[in-house]
């Protein structure tokens, strides 16, 4: 490691400790008053740039493993995909199993697990009220997600806001939509003085098969970062991302357009715990010293 | 059931279908923009009485799985926690695994647990500092909870956003502090233009021996609530509680005073999903029909 980099290191890892506190576990931290100012900034930048006609949902931290089964997740992402277990039964059951040293032995998996994106309980909301009108349908969805990483980088959280812009409907008009945002994006990070580039990308697919799906999917350009150099210049962070899921979540939940064909999807999705690092990384930790016109696009 | 009862809980269901949203799972809802503008302007006016030199931490949804055991709650409430489980180990282990109909067998216990409330993590944040200061130590914390209750009617979510103040230090002043909690928490419901009132209460200890620390909890007056009719007149739901924990936490994480006594703690909670369902239960789900300084102090 040379001079620059380890003083860039110290950088992050001071600008860290002024905002993120470690609560006693890997990649999950609490937030200072300061960090969730800026959050909040974003949130409300986030929200403006809204499209008309969009349906706006929060999701609560956990959904139906169910229906994350039935969305393909676990077959893709099984090393990162976080269950709820419960301690299940009558009161001597319980009682006993407390008792017990090894009592996460007796943990049981309950019906929930912990949302990896925000976007997916949206497709069986959608399934459930009939075909997709011609002009498609507008999302935008707010979650909480989980993700058991191998590895927890200052910019790799166990525990992460995500924002998403969802849009169903045409093939064609779906991808237009992911245009239009790769471009809005861009200027978003502008706006926030937030250097920056688009690159195409690929999921972390699990396993030597999902190395392949990785490469089909740079070949086919489903996927698009916005990366800022965070942690090092040379492997920036992803702070949003661009994905074109073609017809999978279509198919998974037979998402039908009003013309009979199966509906393509696509999301834009921000990463708020990222973005605000990247913020305080790039102006520092003084928010008097941000420049004006940041300031005011994050109302701080 | 009589007929105004009746007509009461077609009132909610009605009230509910507006806002919120099932999503496939028991006591987990989307919620609408229209919910979120609520649970947004709740959260403004809660910060608004921030007491001076309160410190705010915002924290994910899970924990570490030893603090709260330290804390003292597999013990009091083993029935409630819900704990992560992941599949672990090589890429052939999870593969193998998830190949299997009975995956779920395969998950095992991570080091962490979904938040039960949102204080637990700062106490042993404060531990970690050192004696508390004579004056005490305020915080404003927040947090997505989960509790895995054996019923969910519409005021019992699994998942749900608490807010809480904290105080930290000798027994007088933490009792001042939950006292004019209390009396504000009352004028803040007269401000939303809820009504109300104010009851000892009980927290729902595990099992046999959990009721005989109910009856003593409710003895030595710990715990109050604030109490709104929302599904029903005589089994209000408590929308804030007023908690003084004598010396649990301070024992469990050796919290000393300057003076050298074990530190005493009390928080007020509030919950926010109960408390946007009890104002749309009040007011109705047209914003624009609320009383105006209703929607003032929301800022809608």
Known sequence: ????????????????????KPVGSPGIYAQTGLFEQVIEGLTVFISRRREPGTEVWKFPPVMSRDQIQNSGYLQSFPHLLGCVSCL??????????????????????????LSPAACYPIYPLVAAR???????????????????EATYEIDR????????????GMPEPVLNFRTRWISRAAEMATQLGLPHRIAPASDPFFGR???????????????????V?????????????????????????AL?????????????????????????????????????????????
């Open 157 to 168: 959280l166990q525990a992460f806001r995500m924002r998403e812009y969802v849009y169903i």
């Open 209 to 227: 098969a999902g190395r392949i799906a990785s490469i089909s999917q740079l070949e086919q350009s489903l996927k698009f970062e916005l990366l």
């Open 229 to 253: 150099p965070l942690q090092s210049e040379t492997e920036p962070t992803a702070c949003m991302s661009f994905n074109y899921h073609r017809d999978h979540f279509g198919t998974a939940w």
């Open 130 to 148: 009939g075909d997709i009108p011609t002009k498609g349908l507008l999302f935008d969805a707010a979650s909480y997600c989980f993700r058991r």
């Open 88 to 113: 299940d039964g009558g009161e001597s059951d319980i009682r006993a199993a407390v008792e017990r040293p090894d009592w996460i032995g007796g943990l049981e998996a309950t019906e929930l697990v």
């Open 1 to 20: 490691m040379n001079l620059v980099a380890e003083n860039h290191n110290d950088h992050i890892e001071s600008i860290v400790r002024a905002v993120l």
């Open 256 to 300: 039908r357009t009003a013309a009979g064909e199966t509906a393509h999807t696509a999301c834009v999705a921000f990463g708020m715990e990222r973005l605000a690092l990247a913020l305080f990384a790039t102006h520092g930790v003084e928010l008097k010293n941000w420049p004006a016109a940041v300031r005011k696009s994050l109302l701080l």
